[in-house]
């Protein structure tokens, strides 16, 4: 099916405050999409709940037509914002890690990239810095052949050739049957890679729409217009 | 899946475990070879006494290292930012609670095997050895004249006690922590807190149970042995207090292990319900 | 090979301008295979989807074309690049005089300033 991702009616509160409102969100395969939204908008929730990590209060979410569990998992790959790696593992035990509880794990592809990087595998985590510790980690997330990937602030408070690198591993890895989330405030930096962006303010979706088409119509960029329907 | 995660349960925790162990039982056995060395000149002296303390310390550390690191694995792994990676697998929320339990209550079995090899390896000498023996042949027919000799059977209950109490332990530790996860603040006193409550409820519960027992004229006190034929002694009062132990022995431990295994079904439905439905990593 | 993107413009049209612009200078030369279209989105920092967009447009306009086995070629017809490069040209030199002209400038004041830049350039 073409559809990844349906959301209907989303809704998440956590005791009185309303993380998630009545969200209605369908994701084709092979796009790069853009979670657009300030900090505490509900960007994380949603990413969170698609990964079964929350679970929703009212509505519904389907990933490939399925709820999300144990099924679900075997297809998404999942990027958060902090590290979740165990710090005493090496680079090379967490490479067998993902290959052990991952089918669509690609273990050649990981040590490329590693190698292009000049990593040495055999490191424990606890020992490289937190830049590298994150690359790490999106080495592993996008050497998986997943159908969806969710990738949470990828590039906050990382330097700008870092960020080159990252985009560079979404631009390549790409795959005609996945749909790549990407969820950021950070948008100047990644526009030209999106193909559709999702605008989520305050809990609730306000705008779904092809990068190109909003340049076409409103004649400015996504972050100009962020800047507009963001105004504080 | 879970064979997976129990291996990888196995890997994580041996990294601390086996060391742990190793170096208790090398503590034994330096303390093993100093005591048979016999008097020492003075400096010499010294370092004994400070082996035999830091064996001591050794034993206490491994059983109170064991406890702490299951609470610790279970919290650091599932609960902090490690949560993210274990609940993100394509795995069933119970399958990573079994994971834990199963290897948890290895540790544990093990810890006590260590303790008692240790301890094996310091009073292991042939004098010892035949006193050892003294001493369980005399448990043995006091077992044996109390309970019959089906008294094998009451060995084995005892031991299903310890090993249900070990994961009662250990489930009693993971519901707490889970119900101190519902708390959006302040999860690690919450979970302190659970674990209070619920050992203070079952505490409560227990005496409860056992008042109404004791209450009820249940003729248990008339019971016919259990365990066989007792052997004869002298007397219908001698019968009498036998059966009291017999009948009582009888419906206690196997009363404790049936309400320990239903607390602990309680434990593990509570802890898989959170993980499934109330999960809240932050 | 420097890509120049901006936001405000589509960005598949950008693309199809940038490469239109290295067809002309020269950079892509008349017969020259491309890259695969995952490379060349690398290169550019875009989506391979928008890529690919800008590949259909020019493929439409006969800049670029696609030998199912050998893969993506620039034209070798030197006649529609030359044209291109016409259209090119008079679509910046257009933009350029209306800018003059806000200015207030007639057209021998331009000719004069321009001849005069160019000599002080040499």
Redo the contacts between chains.
Sequence with gaps: MSVILECKSLTKKFGSTTALFNVNLSLERGKIIGLLGPNGSGKTTLIKIINGLLVPDTGSIKIAGMNPGVESKKIVSYLPEKTYLPDWMKVSEAISFFKDFYGDFEEKRAYDMLHRLNLDPTKRLKTLSKGTKEKVQLILVMSRRANLYCLDEPIGGVDPAARDYILNTIITNYDENATVIISTHLIADIENVLDEVVFIKEGSLVLHAPVDEIREKEGKSIDSLFREVFRC | MLAKLTKHELYATGRIFLPLYSIMLLLSLINRGFSSIGELSSPFKTLKGFMVAAYVISIVATLVITFVIIILRFYKNLMSDEGYLMFTLPVKPSQLINAKLIVSFLWNILSIFVVATSLFIILGTSKNLEMFRGLLDLAVTGLKSTFGSSYPILIAEYIIMIFVGTIYQILMIYVSIAIGHLLNEHKVIGSFAAYIAINTIIQMLVSIIVLIWTNLELSIFTYTPYYGTTETITGNNVNYSVSIVQAITKQIIPFSIIFSVLCCVAFYLVTNYIFKKKLNLN | MQWE?????????QLVEQIQAKIISGIYKPGDKLPSV?DL??Q???????MQRAMTELERDGLVYTNRTAGRFITSDEELIKQLKTEYIAAIVQDFLDKMKQLGLGSDEIISYLNIIIENKK
């Design positions: 993107l901006n936001t405000e413009k589509p960005v598949y049209l995952r989105a690398a550019a920092m875009v989506n391979p989807n928008t």
